[in-house]
């Protein structure tokens, strides 16, 4: 029941009483209501759960979380190779 | 998509499988607390993958589950009352009252709507302002802030036709309540990753300090699920025991601070009856006094509650870890989805309905050396 998906925001516009744009999930296009996110502008990334934003998604930590698992797995392969360690 | 499918990758996911194996020297016990990710964990056989002795043991974290019978037994009573409409997820449906369940009241021709936000069941009130309708405001944190911003639209609205039946919980409590059990194995804590995206972390830090726990905030794909229990281990092993935060491409220490005000505004915490659980102090949310106009508990009189018959379903012991459902007598026989004796086995995200869709079999009561054909 906490699912929350990423997409990327398409259009924010001003509503009574919050604001409201719409978000792109691989392809389907949601209304995302915006009360939680009013930093979020259009190319942000959002996490939304049932129909509201609760963040958007941190680009370098994304990327960071990554490349230290891929380093992480080079230095296991080394290892399990026999190479220097 | 983009954030999910670099997540999937399975030579990372083997590789952070093998820094698992050299990492961990003896058994730990981490329980995941949301069923989000006892689902993933299990669907995708994560938890067998794991090196001998590193055990997940799986948590109270399913809305659907921990919903007390009291509770579905009113919004079945709602549900049956002629013109009204009553709105809710769909994974609420098929959970079992004491004699029936919201799908059988939409069969038998009851005004059951699913909805995907509650924001749609707000919608529903203003499009047909002579209905009463109910909205089943079920769910941890992570949905605290969109039921109270419905509540809040409904208020911008001037609508006097919706109402919540509302039963929210809250994790941390739940996390103390499950430390405090003298029965508690549990060595660490995978917390709930979009929990945390509305919360942020800062109430796991006592906990942490104070159990002498490791607590990792963790998403929901299967690289997030393995470095979450790896950076846990990692913890275990070297004797710390601190919160540290491996979904932080989403969360922030301090959470998400609108979302908090608006849960703040619209709610007040109370103690909560949890299913198969109990009471547990402080662990859930009803709408603040001013809000209580929109309280469905409040605007639709009681009707006298049928007892709660005795049941074999041992969710308790589920929910709080303490047995496995491959472990239980009724499962995969008496017990099945499309026939659930108890709530985890309804949703997906439920361990019994998680184990039981990825086909994990009782073991057989007795074992032979001796096949047929030997």
Redesign the interface.
Same mark, same amino acid.
């Given at each position: 029941m906490c699912l929350a998906i990423p997409g990327r925001l398409e259009s924010v516009e001003p509503a009574d009483p919050f604001p409201v744009g719409t978000a792109d999930f691989g392809g389907v296009r949601k209304q995302v209501c915006l009360a939680f996110v009013p930093e979020a502008a259009v190319g942000d990334y959002v996490l939304v759960h049932v129909g509201f934003a609760i963040g958007v998604i941190d680009e370098q930590e994304a990327l960071r979380t990554l490349t230290v698992l891929r380093a992480m797995g080079d230095v296991i392969e080394t290892e399990l190779a026999g190479g220097p360690s | 998509?983009?954030?999910?499918e670099?997540?999937r990758d399975p030579?990372?996911a083997r590789?952070?499988l093998?820094?698992l194996a050299?990492v961990a020297t003896r058994p730990w016990h981490l329980m995941e607390v949301?069923?989000?990710q006892t689902h993933t964990l299990v669907r995708q056989g994560i938890d067998e993958l794991l090196p001998a002795g590193i055990r997940m043991i799986h948590g109270p974290?399913?809305?659907?589950c921990v919903t007390p019978v009291g509770v579905i037994d009113r919004a079945l009573e709602l549900a049956a009352r002629p013109g009204l409409v009553f709105t809710s997820?769909g994974?609420m449906l098929r959970v079992p009252g004491t004699s029936t369940s919201l799908l059988r009241i939409k069969a038998s021709g009851g005004d059951v709507r699913v909805v995907?936000?509650?924001?749609?069941a707000v919608r529903m009130a203003a499009a047909e302002p002579d209905r009463q309708v109910v909205f089943l405001a079920?769910?941890?944190e992570?949905?605290a802030?969109?039921n109270a911003?419905a509540v809040?639209?409904a208020e911008?609205l001037g609508l006097a036709n919706f109402s919540m039946l509302v039963s929210h919980v809250l994790v941390p409590p739940a996390i103390t309540a499950i430390l405090e059990d003298p029965e508690c194995l549990i060595d660490g804590f995978l917390a709930?990753g979009?929990?945390c *995206? $509305?919360m942020g972390y800062t109430e796991y830090e006592p906990l942490a300090a104070r159990y002498r726990v490791p607590l990792v905030v963790t998403g929901?794909e299967p690289?997030d699920l393995l470095?979450g229990i790896l950076m846990a281990v990692r913890q275990l092993e070297s004797g710390r025991h601190e919160v540290e935060n491996?979904y932080?491409? *989403? $969360?922030r220490r301090d959470g998400?601070k609108?979302?908090q005000d608006?849960i703040r505004r619209v709610f007040r915490v109370a103690d909560k009856d949890w299913r198969g659980i109990g009471t547990i102090p402080d662990s859930g949310l009803v709408l603040a006094p001013e809000y209580e106009r929109f309280d469905a508990w409040k605007r639709f009189p009681a009707g006298p509650r049928p007892p709660e018959p005795a049941s074999e379903c041992v969710a308790g012991q589920i929910l709080t870890g303490l047995k496995v459902p491959t472990g239980c007598p009724a499962y995969g026989t008496r017990c099945t989805p499309r026939h659930p004796l108890g709530a985890p086995m309804v949703?997906s995200?439920g361990t019994c309905a998680a184990f039981h869709s990825a086909g994990r079999i009782a073991p057989p009561l007795m074992t032979s050396t001796e096949g047929p054909l030997s």
């Open positions: - | 998509m983009k954030y999910l670099e997540y030579t990372l590789r952070l093998a820094e050299a949301c069923g989000g974290g399913c809305p659907v997820f994974d995907y936000s509650p924001a749609d079920v769910g941890f992570t949905t802030p969109a911003a809040l639209l911008s709930a979009h929990v *995206a $509305v929901f690289l470095e491996q932080a491409r *989403a $969360v998400n609108a979302a608006t949703s995200e």
